[in-house]
């Protein structure tokens, strides 16, 4: 493929995914309310929310190990085309009059589901139209468009829904037409790599993901990461909620502080490309035009520390919304950064016939942990108040980042110094893989900074099959 072409199909890519985003975030909020509308119960309008929701703990393994299989445009294609169809027969049973509870929640549920296909597909098919050179760019892109997505989707969802019921799921009909559109604009052969094994619908090719992730010892660490964030995060945000509350917040203000996450994901995405040299020159005390004296700089470990500010943000300046609003941003902004470390990880130390695997099982980590977060936020609001609910998570977040940055053994994890040995399989004796690393690294981790590839090729060789990752000009995640 061409350069020009395939900068031409990653804009495709991109804009067909950003308006698919938009559109779910829109009907997050739509469908619990729509729910509560028929019969003015919160118990059924739970019930929808969880229908949306329960399909991301369910599917992204099994889906990570079939997109690794399939085409991903018609991955895309099919998944948007049924999700257009399913939210149009809930335009037309309003219309009649005939919408029940028992098709919405289906709806919901296969929305939701169809959504986990289509973001995998997608995220595993954007780094192969990422121009040479360009992935960091690239990536930073697609993060910032989904931060972007879900910070104007659900005020958007609430607002369209006050005009009429049927109108926001009117309006996802066009967006997932639009993103259907974009699609088709994919060259037909848009579909990655060829898998790397052949049993990846087997629940042993399902388990490849699992197997990848734990043997690549920076990814590794770096979901352990995002699992433990991600739960602070939404802990800290049931706090701040049940203050709200107690403490009669304005709905403005509440709101303001809720839409921080978003803007902090949005400027941490934005700044992505530029992230590493500012990292880099701070922590070295060299603002001028002399290069910095720390060459590299685990992002992790700096997104680790982020955390802990933002959780000494409320405790500093009191329980006020705006010091809670504070920190969210800052955790936002961190959280972005660290989404797209990972996925650059994904992306050049991955083969991507596994690639969908290894993102599901990174995405079912955070999703689960989100899942946790506001009831550890909830136990802590009760039990220790406010403060001490900081106080706890704060605690946290300092046993995690201080191993990871002073003891050496827990440092080297967040530097990755090249492919991973592969792991000994009992029973696979007929499946080679050679790992071949031809690339100039620096010397190791040292305090923040540590050495890094300036290029790598990777042959994996499996029953026969050959994948080789060319030379490409360094990326700093």
């Not at 999700?83 to 028992?102: F, K, P, Q, Y």
């Not at 049927?166 to 997932?176: C, E, K, W």
């Not at 994890?413 to 792991?423: I, L, M, N």
Request: charge should be positive.
């Amino acid at each position: 493929m061409g350069l020009k072409r395939q900068t031409t199909a990653f804009y495709w890519a991109w804009a067909g995914s950003t308006t698919s985003m938009l559109g779910s975030r829109t009907l997050s909020v739509a469908y619990p309310l729509l729910a509560l509308t028929l019969n003015g119960s919160a118990v059924e309008a739970g019930w929808v929310g969880f229908a949306w929701t329960v399909p991301a703990l369910l599917f992204y393994i099994p889906a990570g190990a079939l997109v690794d299989r399939w085409n991903h445009r018609r991955v895309m294609l099919y998944s948007e085309a049924v999700r257009g169809c399913a939210v149009i027969s809930v335009c037309a049973l309003l219309a009649v009059g005939r919408l029940e509870l028992g098709h919405l929640l289906a709806v919901a549920f296969v929305e939701g589901a169809l959504g986990v296909f289509y973001s995998l597909a997608v995220a595993a098919l954007i780094p192969s139209l990422a121009a040479e050179g360009r992935l960091l760019p690239a990536l930073a892109s697609s993060e910032t468009s989904n931060h972007a997505a879900v910070l104007i989707g659900r005020p958007l969802g609430g607002f369209l829904f006050g005009i009429g019921q049927a109108i926001p799921f009117l309006v996802n009909s066009g967006l997932f037409i639009l993103s259907i559109v974009a699609t088709t604009r994919l060259p037909r052969t848009a579909s990655g790599t060829p898998p790397a094994t052949d049993d990846a619908p087997t629940p042993g090719g399902m388990l490849e993901g699992f197997r990848e992730l734990w043997q690549f010892r920076t990814l590794r660490a770096a979901t352990a990461m995002i699992g433990l964030t991600n739960a602070v995060v939404h802990a800290l945000i049931m706090v701040f909620v049940a203050l709200a509350v107690s403490e009669n917040v304005t709905p403005l203000n509440v709101g303001w502080a809720m839409a921080a996450t978003g803007v902090g994901g949005v400027l941490g995405a934005l700044g992505a490309p530029l992230s590493q040299r500012w990292a880099r020159r701070f922590l070295s005390g060299t603002w001028s035009r002399r290069p910095p004296r720390i060459k590299r700089v685990s992002m992790l470990l700096v997104h680790t520390w982020l955390w802990v500010i933002a959780l000494l943000i409320p405790l500093v300046c009191g329980t006020a919304w705006w010091s809670f609003a504070l920190a969210l941003a800052v955790m936002g902004l961190a959280g972005a950064r660290s989404n797209i470390t990972i996925r650059t990880l994904i992306a050049l130390h991955v083969h991507p016939g596994k690639a969908a695997r290894v993102l599901g099982v990174y995405r079912l980590v955070g999703y689960s942990t989100i899942a946790l977060g506001p009831l550890l936020g909830g136990m802590l609001m009760n039990s220790a108040g406010p403060t001490g609910a900081v106080v706890v998570l704060l605690s946290a977040m300092l046993a995690f980042s201080l191993p990871a940055t002073f003891w050496p053994p827990a440092r080297r994890t967040f530097f990755h110094e090249g492919p991973q040995p592969p792991a000994t399989r009992k029973g696979t004796s007929s499946e080679t893989v050679a790992l071949k690393r031809t690339a100039e690294t620096g010397p190791g981790p040292r305090g923040a900074s540590g050495g890094q590839p300036r290029g790598e090729e990777v042959a994996a060789t499996r029953s026969g099959e050959v994948w080789k990752q060319p030379h490409k000009p360094r990326e700093t995640t």
